[in-house]
């Protein structure tokens, strides 16, 4: 009886951790699950964190560093020098063979060194400043595209699943008429080409359904892929297309006011030329004088024994305080060469930060006439929706009374068809147009919102 209880836990808990969990998210919820929990947010959260640790590496460099060493030497064939005979009472011009020293010796050395000025480190520690926050700019361009691409995956599933909804409307009413004009047929009441129209449309109606419904199982991959889910998780979507439409239509958005610090962008253009600008620093600096001190403390033992474990041993004390000053006097214009790039480099940097101001100018007015169109479109088309929808139930009726052929239906049909995937289609495109708008004028704040669910 206990081994079947324990059999039956075992079971419960087997199929407890075997459960997929699933989501449920709206699009903001979603949005938020991903800035923090995306591939490449994490990996951008690392790259600050490097960047933070290479501030420190750069920083520490200046700072006091304290080496010890250990030495040990045991001279296996001691080394013979030769000394005139005379020095010990020998015959002038012999030599005696002598061994100067002791066969083993035993050092321990500590040394402190700091160092005083180098124009280098000063210019270093600026760069390392700078380069913390390109970090901290490029992270934040990369959770804006993390937001985006999120919007327009979480808008996709949407979009098919939509499709999906429409095209099994669509299939049960062709189906519906296929079989009342198979049946007219078989009575003599319509003819064997309307039925094949009818065949037409339905097998194409059918065939659309079946990609769509693939399409929406890789849409959900995609938007899993954003979110850093597995893609096999289940999500389950909170928000309609049709509401996410709605909410993203006005305009006051385009009238927003425009600042070229907000644009992330432009920070970052701004970045590299703030690195060129140190990088001429740098390169002058090098003609400056660095000056570095030490104290130096050790202790040493001499035998011919290893007795350095001793404690009647002998060890003697040393220790030695210094400065050393390196002096750059002539490089054969190297170091001028080196500058001379450097300012070539700022310059080819300043130009680069000019274009990059008139890309994002451009950037922006083009985002802003891709929301306004989106917009018009999205109003273009629900209206053809309706216009194609009330031509597609007049031919219907002109169809079920012989006025009209099964030849104007399909047409009417297929016109329909195109106006129900233009209409849905326009509902995505505002939402992505918004999301693009907003990412030029960076309004949704993204670093902020981060920190705070990290918290």
């Known amino acids: 009886m206990r081994t079947l209880s324990i059999l039956f836990i075992l079971l419960i808990t087997t199929f407890g951790y075997t459960q997929e969990r699933s989501y449920s998210f709206s699009l903001e919820e979603a949005i938020n699950f991903a800035l923090d929990s995306s591939y490449s947010a994490i990996n951008s959260r690392r790259e600050i964190a490097k960047s933070i640790k290479k501030k420190w590496e750069t920083t520490a460099a200046g700072l006091p560093q304290i080496n010890g060493v250990v030495d040990y030497q045991n001279q296996l064939k001691q080394p013979v020098t030769p000394i005139p005979g005379e020095f010990v009472g020998g015959e002038p011009g012999t030599f005696v063979p002598v061994v100067f020293g002791v066969k083993q010796n035993a050092s321990l050395t500590a040394t402190l060194t700091q160092l005083i000025f180098d124009g280098s480190y000063l210019v270093g520690l600026q760069a390392a400043k700078v380069f913390v926050d390109f970090n901290e700019n490029a992270n ?60 037409i449309t339905t097998a194409q109606v059918e065939n659309d359904l079946k990609n769509t419904r693939r399409l929406e199982g890789i849409a959900k991959e995609m938007l899993n892929l954003a979110l850093g889910i597995p893609v096999n998780t289940e999500v389950y979507l909170e928000d309609n297309l049709e509401k996410l439409a709605q909410e993203s239509i006005g305009m006051a958005l385009t009238e927003t006011e425009f600042s070229f610090e907000n644009n992330v962008d432009y920070r ?151 106006a129900q995937r233009e209409y849905i289609n326009s509902m995505l495109d505002v939402i992505d147009a918004k999301a693009n708008l907003e990412t030029v004028l960076n309004t949704p704040d993204v670093t902020n919102r981060n920190q705070e669910n990290q918290q």
Not at 270 to 276: A, D, G, I, P, S
Not at 325 to 344: E, V
């Open 268 to 418: 970052i253009a701004k970045n590299l030329t703030e690195q060129r600008e140190l990088e001429v620093k740098l390169e002058k600096s090098k003609a400056l004088p660095s000056i570095n001190g030490f104290v130096n403390y050790g202790t040493s033992a001499f035998d011919n024994e290893f007795v350095f474990f001793d404690n009647d041993t002998p060890w003697f004390q040393s220790s030695i305080l210094g400065v050393s000053m390196n002096i750059p006097i002539f490089s054969s214009l190297q170091r001028s060469a080196r500058t001379q790039q450097a300012k070539i480099a700022l310059e080819q940097s300043k130009t680069d930060f000019i274009q990059a101001q008139q890309e994002i100018n451009l950037e922006l007015d083009r985002a802003k006439s891709n929301f306004t169109f989106a917009i018009e479109n999205y109003y273009t088309s629900e209206e053809n929706l309706k216009l194609a929808e009330r031509i597609e139930d007049k031919n219907l009726i002109k169809y079920r009374e012989g006025i009209t052929t099964s030849f104007d239906l399909r047409q009417a049909q297929t016109q329909l068809y195109t």
């Open 140 to 199: 934040e361009k990369t959770l804006l595209e993390v937001r985006k691409g999120v919007i327009n995956a979480y808008g996709s599933v949407l979009v098919t699943q939509e499709g999906l909804t429409i095209l099994e409307n669509n299939l049960a009413t062709l189906q519906d008429n296929l079989k009342e004009t198979k049946a007219l047929f078989e009575n003599g009441f319509a003819e064997e080409e309307d039925v094949e129209q009818l065949q």
